[in-house]
């Protein structure tokens, strides 16, 4: 997907173009008529999270989010603002590679059994609201399953075929910290469209030959000075509220330096291994495969299903569990995302959306883990 990057810079010289709310909703209809399925920012359970959409008041509109470590909660804006929250549980990766789907299945024939694929029959989906961590969560994801010597078929025919409409932060959250690992939070690679939210409309940016299409027709006309400017003011308010860092000199080295460190004794006292840390980020993608026998015997379905690396279990291998304590499991975790995961995939495996940090829910902060093992190395 590197050309998709391409592509952004080749449009980045464009000026922007405007879209009035009024108008929005000639967008969404718009994607469901080109044969989309679009999902986008929606409340879910007392949470923002990602599901289908077919009309603009679905979107979370005037509603914002508070979070801190181990904490979320919803509140109302006064300001009525359509995008004016960060990110939640979910992320785009429950739709490009999803938390259970079966990859194969072995039918009965007489005495035999024939096994075949399961094709995805999944309509091409259309990413509405794809914050610039998303945008960078879903590059690392392309270096995992589609990569040179190991392409997933479902994850490739998803990600081949999604628009995406990329939406810059206007805020940030506490638990942000994507300008330390230069993700964010302005939109600048990876996406079809991008918009940014003012009073009475958004700014819009094309990204590829695609997201021109789409827009072909619509009550879209180039944005005036004041409204670029007004739009510029909003993408700045939030790199200025991004308060939390993390120190990324050397880390790889810091990290795998240290794996004796005491923190990891502390920080396995407070870990629950509950795994959510691990399900809410956008970039994990660990998983296990497991046989299903139909009842009738007539069929076995290879089913994958999101796992993790906290569950005792998934280091299981001939006769013994390798990371039999929450210390080697919280500690393979954070190691693996920060560390040797640039040896495995050339980048981070972390972004800095923080989802981690506000769904853990004892409230362990990797940043401050982090910095506990910077300030004093063993
Ligand atoms: S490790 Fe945490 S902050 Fe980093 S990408 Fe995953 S969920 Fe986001
Ligand atoms: S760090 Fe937090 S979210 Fe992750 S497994 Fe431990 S308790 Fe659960």
Redesign the pocket.
Known sequence: MADQAATCEAFAAELPRWIAKGDFQSLIDRLWELGYRVIGPTIIQSAIGYDELRRVDELPRGWTEQQSAGSYRLVQRSDGAWFGFNVGPHSWKRYLFPPQSVVARAERQGDWWQLHDVPDDEPAFAFLGVRACELAAIAIQDRVFLNEHHTDPTYQRRRERALLIAVNCTQAAPTCFCTSMGTGPQCSAGFDLAITETADGFTLEVGSERGAAVIEGLPIRQATADESAVAETERARAEEQISKRLDTTDIRNLLLGNLDHARWDDVAR?????????LVCPTCFCHSVTDVTALDDGSIDRVRQWDSC?NAQFSYIHGGVIRADVRAR?RQWLTHKLASWIDQFETSGCVGCGR?IT????G?DLTEEVAAIREVPS
């Open positions: 407070r870990c629950l291994s509950c795994t959510n840390c691990t906290f919280y981690c769904w853990c829910p004892v362990i």
